[in-house]
Structure formats: C-alpha cells, structure tokens
C-alpha cells in the first residue's frame, strides 16, 4: 500500500485530480491532495525538510497536475525548487519534474519535436520586432501565441503585417516574446491524442465551434469519436510523448495538406471531455503506471 499525493495550484481539486483521488483508493492505496503552496521547506546545515503544515511529507509519488498559472517569477522559481527537492528525495514525479516544466512552454515543445524530425508548423521565436515584422509579411496568414499559455486563451489568428505589427510592439513593451507560427489549415477540427505509458489510450476529434479556427473545449469545442485511429497519427503522438520525456501527455495534432503537424504536447492534460467520448477515464491506468514507477 503506497500513499500517493496529486500535486495542484488550485486549492480544491478539479475533476481529473479528483478521479486520480478516487482511483488510488479503489487500487487500495492512499490519496493526498495537496495544494503547492501549502508545501513548506527548511534547511540547517546537512539536514533539509519538506512538510506540509507539521507534517513531514510522507508521500512515496505524486501527480503533477499543476504549479500555476499567472505565478510571478519568485514564486515559479520557488515552486520548481520545492518540487526538485522533492523529486530528488526519492518521490515519484508523474509526469516528472523537468519534462512537466518543458511541456509548459511550446519554444521547447517545438525544438524537441523539430529537432527530431516529428512534424511541426513553421514557428518562428524572436525579441525581434523588425524580423517579425518581415516574417507576417512572408507568411501571410499565421498565429501569435503566449509561450505558456493553454486552452486557446490569447492565440491570435493574423493576416495583416502592419496590425500584427502593432501587436507585437506592444507584447514586445510588456516583455513577451513573440512565438509565431504558420497558421495550418486545417478542417475545423483537429486530434487530441492521450498517450500513456508509450501507448495511446485514446484519441478523439475536437471540433471547433461554427466560424472559429480554435478546438479548445474551453473555447467551445467538442470531443467526437475519432474512429479511424490511424497507425500514422498513433506514432507521431508516441513520438511527441517521447521527445519531451513525459510519462503520459495529451498531443494536439493538426491534418495539413493529408499529412499532420504537431501543435503542443500536453505534459498535464484535462481529460474530461476525451472521457466522455471514450466511455472511459485514464485515472486507473495513470494509477497503475505510477504503482509501477514506485516498486521500480
Ligand atoms: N498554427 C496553427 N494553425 C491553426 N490552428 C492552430 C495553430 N496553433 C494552434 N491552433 C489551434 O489553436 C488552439 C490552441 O492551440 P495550442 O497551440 O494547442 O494552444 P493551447 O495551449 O492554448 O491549447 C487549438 O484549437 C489549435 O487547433
Ligand atoms: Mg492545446
């Protein structure tokens, strides 16, 4: 019997953290919710604590769902230490530590990919206002994303060089760097892909609502039943997974021109929706790969 934490911002846990919940204990473990913030370190020489309140952790892995969102640098910095110390413990991190971090950020989600010849949009990540300037002109029609950013929020569709350059002057003034990328034509839809373990646990299309481009369900989208489950996109999503180290991840996967490109790799995917297309949630299965993890 192992007690197994699910690490979260939020002070009350979502609906995904809360099957993890329930699924550690019908495997007849013990679940931990915990809030990041409510983790506390101290250090005197050669001796460093981790505890929650009074209490040392006693935990032997955790889900890593979330560290927060609009965090400020100091508090992001010591939320990645806090979890460092607790990964280099001896404390399971699913997904782990560095991976989890790498997959908030879409300029390392696409060197990893590129770099590895798994396909991707043209993106370009530039300081630069006058090079950006000269790329909206060349690709005519392309996106602007926040480089953390998730669930659509901010990812604006541009076709005019002299609107996006008011825009990116202004992220430039406010310290964003711009990360913009071809805008993929895709058919209203794109594939969200949940890998686990190396495997794909299911996929669906998320379709986007009447006369937006965006497939986010919290943009309005919805999950359908993606059927035909092609051996192509299986490997790109595996691939995907695999080049950013994450344990599992929830991949978006464009259909371009008959082929597919990758859009973001998911290191702490919401999987609500995927679960009531499926007919099934991936919290046992996560639960299962992490009991794995822990007797490794
Ligand atoms: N280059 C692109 N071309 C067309 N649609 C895109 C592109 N990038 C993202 N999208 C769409 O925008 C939405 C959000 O994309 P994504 O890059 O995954 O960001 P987020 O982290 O906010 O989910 C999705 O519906 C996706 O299909
Ligand atoms: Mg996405």
Same mark, same amino acid.
């Given at each position: ?192 892909? @949940? ?47 695999? +080049?950013?180290? @994450? ?6 996967? +464009? ?30 299965? @996560? ?10």
């Amino acid at each position: 019997m192992y007690t197994i934490a699910i690490i979260a911002d939020s002070p009350l846990p979502d609906r995904p953290c809360r099957e993890l919940y329930d699924a550690i204990k019908r495997r007849g473990h013990v679940p931990r919710y915990v809030p990041i913030s409510r983790i506390t370190t101290s250090f005197i020489t050669g001796n460093i604590s981790v505890k929650i309140r009074d209490r040392a952790i006693d935990f032997d892995a955790a889900f890593l769902r979330s560290i927060g969102f609009l965090l400020d640098l100091e508090q992001f910095l010591r939320r990645v230490t806090t979890l460092r110390i607790i990964e280099e413990m001896g404390i399971v991190l699913v997904n782990p530590l560095e991976p989890f971090l790498r997959s908030r950020n879409k300029l390392e989600i696409t060197y990893e990919l590129a770099r590895r010849g798994i396909p991707v949009p043209y993106t370009t990540c530039t300081e630069d206002l006058y090079y950006a300037y000269i790329e909206a002109k060349r690709l005519e029609e392309f996106v602007i994303k926040p480089i953390t950013g998730s669930r659509g929020f901010g990812i604006t569709k541009l076709n005019d060089p002299d609107i996006a350059f008011q825009v990116m002057k202004v992220l430039l003034g406010y310290r964003k760097p711009i990360y913009m990328q071809e805008y993929v034509r895709k058919p209203g839809r794109d594939i969200r892909v @949940l890998v686990i373990d190396g495997q794909v646990f299911g996929c669906m299309y998320r379709i986007a609502p009447e006369g937006s481009w965006k497939t986010n369900v919290a943009q309005g989208g919805r999950g359908e039943p993606c059927n035909e489950s092609r051996r192509d996109v299986e490997e790109i999503a595996i691939k995907a997974t695999e +080049a950013l180290g @994450l344990i599992y991840a929830g991949v978006d996967i +464009a259909e371009k021109d008959g082929s597919y490109v990758v859009l973001e790799v998911n290191g702490s995917p919401d999987w609500r929706e995927l679960s009531q297309v499926l007919g099934r949630s991936p919290a046992e299965k @996560l639960v299962e790969v992490i009991v794995r993890l822990i007797k490794r």
